[in-house]
């Protein structure tokens, strides 16, 4: 009786080889794409985190003579936990802390910049408020808000003087932005006019 040896069949190494270089690209073509569904995933949340913040404020307004909260109150505590802020005022209205976060953006107990030019301002003296901005993705921290001396004139638009002003356009070159109707729309840098800040403006 005779046995046949069978030889196990490896990999050579030209083989090895182009494995190698298939994985590598196929790892460049998908790796992108994951990354961007994972930034298109946290931009949706960070939307639905100014839907609700945006809800918060509202209700915060009508239990509160029709006006936004106050935008900043030295000499108090700058934590959520605390009044003194506009965060801060809203908390009662928010169920979780985690809604003041952007995922794209986290390290703050606060991600959000509120427009000064809606610090106690009364809900129907909004003009146009589909087009008038309540809050923004911060570069920084949201404690502070953006200064409606500082923000909204094209010479310092759409920088500010102090980082805590500044929207972060951290969404692909876009920031998401809570408009005074509700609504919560994501737009590019070089698309926000300064005219969107103002609740005064008259077209």
Same mark, same amino acid.
């Given at each position: 009786?005779?046995?046949?040896?069978?030889?196990? =069949? $490896?990999?050579? %190494?030209?083989?090895?080889?182009?494995?190698?270089?298939?994985?590598?690209? %196929?790892?460049?073509?998908?790796?992108?794409? *994951?990354?961007?569904?994972?930034?298109? +995933?946290?931009?949706?949340?960070?939307?639905? =985190?100014?839907?609700? %913040? /945006?809800?918060?404020?509202?209700?915060?307004?009508?239990?509160?003579?029709?006006? *936004?909260?106050?935008?900043?109150?030295?000499?108090?505590?700058?934590?959520?936990?605390?009044? $003194?802020?506009? $965060?801060?005022?809203?908390?009662?209205?928010?169920?979780?802390?985690?809604? *003041?976060?952007?995922?794209? @953006?986290? /390290?703050?107990?606060?991600? &959000?910049?509120?427009?000064?030019?809606? !610090?106690?301002?009364?809900?129907?003296?909004?003009?146009?408020?589909?087009?008038?901005?309540? %809050? +923004?993705?911060?570069?920084? !921290?949201?404690?502070?808000?953006? !200064?409606?001396?500082?923000?909204? &004139?094209?010479?310092?638009?759409?920088? /500010?003087?102090?980082?805590? #002003?500044?929207?972060?356009?951290? @969404? *692909?070159?876009?920031? =998401?932005?809570?408009?005074? #109707? /509700?609504?919560?729309?994501?737009?590019?840098?070089?698309?926000?006019?300064?005219?969107?800040?103002?609740? =005064?403006?008259?077209?």
């Amino acid at each position: 009786m005779q046995y046949h040896r069978h030889k196990a =069949n $490896g990999f050579t %190494l030209i083989e090895l080889l182009i494995c190698i270089s298939i994985i590598s690209i %196929l790892a460049g073509i998908l790796l992108p794409g *994951f990354a961007g569904a994972r930034s298109k +995933a946290q931009s949706i949340t960070c939307k639905r =985190n100014l839907k609700q %913040l /945006g809800f918060a404020l509202f209700m915060y307004a009508y239990d509160y003579g029709e006006r *936004f909260p106050i935008m900043f109150w030295d000499g108090t505590a700058w934590q959520p936990a605390a009044s $003194g802020w506009w $965060g801060g005022e809203i908390k009662p209205y928010v169920q979780t802390q985690l809604i *003041f976060i952007c995922p794209s @953006h986290a /390290g703050s107990i606060c991600n &959000y910049i509120y427009n000064g030019y809606f !610090d106690r301002r009364r809900v129907k003296d909004i003009r146009e408020p589909c087009e008038r901005i309540i %809050l +923004a993705d911060s570069s920084r !921290d949201g404690y502070w808000a953006v !200064d409606a001396k500082r923000f909204v &004139y094209p010479t310092n638009y759409p920088l /500010g003087r102090n980082p805590a #002003d500044r929207v972060g356009h951290i @969404h *692909f070159d876009h920031a =998401n932005y809570l408009f005074a #109707d /509700g609504h919560v729309k994501a737009i590019h840098a070089s698309l926000v006019r300064p005219s969107l800040w103002n609740p =005064n403006w008259k077209p």
